[in-house]
């Protein structure tokens, strides 16, 4: 890999609803601070859910250290806008800007990009002043990332002076570069993720400037057999095979007595429902892999049976990562 | 709360709305479709589906990648391919959000000058163009229109992938609140005879010095021409909320059983709660089969991942085949267990939501994904109650 992924200063995570893009923020975040980097994970998504994989309380916008070199937090465009004025305006009226807050949100959803360049201004911001050496952002779902990370730019054509239009473009040196900012969209090996996987970055080349720094597969489910197995496990569901199966168990272990052929039927087809998904996984991770540019790295994070949270899902997530980065 | 026995069928038989909501990637889109189809198929009468944002294959076979905002009928030999003959007809449409708010400012635009004028706006282009709030509001719309105009028995609405899934509840409310809203007043105030109050001077002062004046007057130039629809926003708004909460409108709440989006579904039926809105039912998707909870599956499984090896010689032939049946025997053990603890977790959210919700429907996880009428069938069927 020419650029390590963790070597950049500003991550991106983003993806389709559903596929772990949290998961993977917090274990690639996690992993940085293992190795002594400091660390920022931030929350722009805010469901709560970046606190579950540190098993921590909720976060707010003060980052809150949860374990050495690494800090969560997350980001409401209120705050981010408090921190903004009183920053770069020295703005005498913080006190009273609490009722303003609904307020502004009218004008931040009808001037495009506000809401995004606040977010975006934020962690970029976080970056400039060297508070840390990387910031992870688990950003919005697919559609919405582009506008995000495309805000600069919007703004630049639509505003022609201003305070924020000043703002653009320190951000945009940041975000354009691809040895310090890049997009790490997360999947999984199902046909819709890997579709929408495949227009994002289609649209990130075409429509942003911000390089694509990997693809995580997640959720892959390991190979089961190999076609001599698959043979064996064959002749293993018939009538025949099943009996000699019931018997066998029954013989090795004397408390396997409820164990009948209907048992034994039931559990082989548990066993062919992961040997189907896992094929039909593969085929979409194909599709995948050919999709994207061959110089993409494309990281693969197995099925985690146990758990889908907590810090112990984060940790093996990260380790996963860490396998597949070499880092 | 419906009656559980006629499950699905009968929450569909006894609507004319259903709009399917959930998390992303749950299978909204799907559900809505096979719903819908089923309906159509068995049931009869007119059915539309409204789409939001389909999987290239399923919009493939449903005729829908041409037609945009058309409405369009599933043809005969769909319903041929798929072995069935259908009581009534199927249609589908696809939310054009772009083309969807065009129609509207031609609808309450007071003149034409008034009309064309906004449909230039770079600013109209890019809210409608660009930002996820525009697809709330224009949904909720759209099915409005459909449904007053009397065309269809049945309008299921598969809703969009908002980031927060009640976003689209709140959306004809916004939009009229926004409408009628004080900051809307101060924004196209002509800038030399504003009024400036103590209660608007902190407004301006923020306004001015983050966005810069000249961009503020764009937008005052867009709501000012925008405020000339204001009567006809706010009425229809206030229609789709009316229509939200009439009795032959239900939703039905969509989920797999992982954590994320059970979450989700758990926190959506409380919002539809405190909305007096009406839960339909809870479909869940992807759902492991029960077999996978046998206590007596579990014991197998043990032996196998355990002593694969002994089972596998009392069962081989010779060594070689010892070797590679051990392997499998290990794997199909390993896995079986893999899966039941997925499936008791599983099992206990099922649990919660299914407390929830009158009807719960269960789909399996299928083989292959749904991208054709048969796939939607295949679906509907396992939502639908058995007949016979």
């Known amino acids: 890999m020419a650029l390590d992924l963790l070597d950049r200063r500003l991550l991106f995570v983003t993806g389709k609803g559903g596929v772990g893009k949290t998961a993977v923020s917090a274990a690639l975040a996690s992993l940085a601070a293992e190795h002594g980097r400091r660390t920022l994970v931030c929350e722009v998504d805010a469901k709560g859910d970046l606190a579950r994989f540190f098993e921590t309380a909720p976060t707010g916008f003060a980052p809150r250290r949860v374990q050495p070199n690494l800090e969560v937090m997350t980001l409401t465009t209120e705050e981010s806008l408090r921190e903004y004025l009183k920053l770069q305006l020295r ?51 697919s559609g919405h990332v582009v506008a995000q990370l495309g805000a600069p ?10 305070l924020v239009r000043d703002q653009t473009g320190w951000m945009q040196d940041i975000l354009h570069d691809p040895a310090r900012t890049g997009v790490v969209v997360v999947t999984t090996p199902e046909e819709m993720p890997v579709v929408e996987t495949l227009e994002l970055v289609e649209r990130l080349g075409a429509e942003t400037q911000v390089a694509l720094a990997a693809v995580v597969a997640n959720r892959v489910l390991p190979e089961l057999f190999g076609r001599r197995e698959e043979e064996r496990f064959e002749q293993l569901r018939t009538d025949e095979g099943i009996g000699a199966l019931v018997a066998a168990v029954r013989d090795v272990d004397g408390r396997s007595g409820h164990v009948d052929a209907a048992v034994a039927t039931a559990a082989l087809d548990a066993a062919e429902l992961a ?53 | 709360m419906a009656s559980t026995d006629a499950g699905l069928a009968g929450v569909l038989a006894a609507r004319e709305i259903v709009i399917t909501c959930g998390s992303g990637g749950v299978g909204k889109t799907t559900t809505a479709g096979a719903l819908a189809a089923m309906a159509a198929a068995e049931q009869g009468g007119r059915v539309l589906v409204l789409t939001i944002d389909p999987a290239r294959r399923l919009a493939t076979a449903l005729g829908l990648e041409a037609f945009g905002n058309q409405e369009v009928r599933i043809p005969d030999a769909a319903w041929a391919a798929a072995g069935t003959r259908p009581r009534g007809e ?30 230039d706006n770079p600013l109209y282009r890019n809210i409608t163009g660009k930002f996820v709030q525009s697809h709330d509001y224009i949904a909720m719309e759209r099915l409005h229109e459909i449904h007053s105009s009397g065309r269809y028995d049945l309008v299921v609405v598969d809703t969009p992938p908002t980031r927060n899934a009640i976003d689209f509840l709140e959306a004809p409310e916004r939009m009229a609140d926004f409408f009628s809203s004080r900051l809307l007043r101060w924004l196209i105030a002509p800038s030399r005879s504003r009024v400036v109050s103590a209660a608007s001077k902190p407004f301006y002062t923020v306004a001015d010095r983050i ?43 969509v989920s797999t059983l992982e954590p994320g989006p059970s979450r989700e579904a758990s926190f959506f039926i409380d919002e539809l709660e405190a909305r007096d809105l009406l839960l339909g039912a809870v479909v869940l998707n992807k759902v492991l089969p029960n077999a996978l909870l046998d206590p007596a599956g579990s014991e197998l499984a043990r032996v196998l991942s355990t002593s694969s090896t002994d089972v596998a010689e009392r069962i081989a032939d010779d060594p070689d085949d010892a070797r590679t049946l051990g392997r499998v025997l290990r794997e199909v053990g390993d896995s079986f267990a893999n899966f039941a603890v997925v499936a008791q977790r599983e099992a206990e959210q099922r649990g919660a939501l299914a407390r929830r919700a009158g009807v719960v429907g269960a789909v399996p996880h299928l083989d292959e994904d749904v991208a054709d009428l048969g796939g939607l069938l295949r679906v509907g069927h396992a939502l639908w109650p058995a007949t016979g």
């Open chain 1, 91 to 141: 703005i005498p009226l913080i006190a009273k800007i609490g009722p303003l807050a609904r307020s502004f949100d009218f004008v931040a959803n009808a001037a495009p990009g506000v809401r995004e360049i606040l977010t975006v201004g934020k962690v970029a911001y976080e970056v400039r002043e060297d508070h840390y050496d990387l910031v992870v952002v688990d950003a919005t779902a």
């Open chain 1, 153 to 162: 730019e919007a703004i630049n054509e639509l505003v022609k002076v201003g």
């Open chain 1, 275 to 327: 040997v189907t998904l896992r094929r039909a996984k593969a085929d979409h991770l194909t599709t995948l892999r050919e999709g994207l540019d061959a110089a993409t790295p494309l990281l693969f994070v197995p099925e985690l049976f146990a758990r889908a949270h907590g810090a112990r899902a984060t940790a093996q997530i990260a380790s996963a990562l860490s396998d597949e980065i070499g880092f």
């Open chain 2, 90 to 119: 199927l249609w589908a449409a696809m939310l054009d959000t772009k083309a969807s708010w065009d129609d509207l400012v031609r609808l309450h635009a007071p003149d034409d000058a008034t009309r064309d004028a906004i449909l």
């Open chain 2, 211 to 253: 966005l810069g004046s000249q961009f503020l007057e764009d937008i005052a130039e867009f709501f000012i021409l925008f405020q000339s629809m204001y009567d006809g926003f706010v009425a229809r708004a206030e229609a789709v909320t009316r229509l939200l909460r009439d009795p032959r409108t239900a939703f039905v709440v």
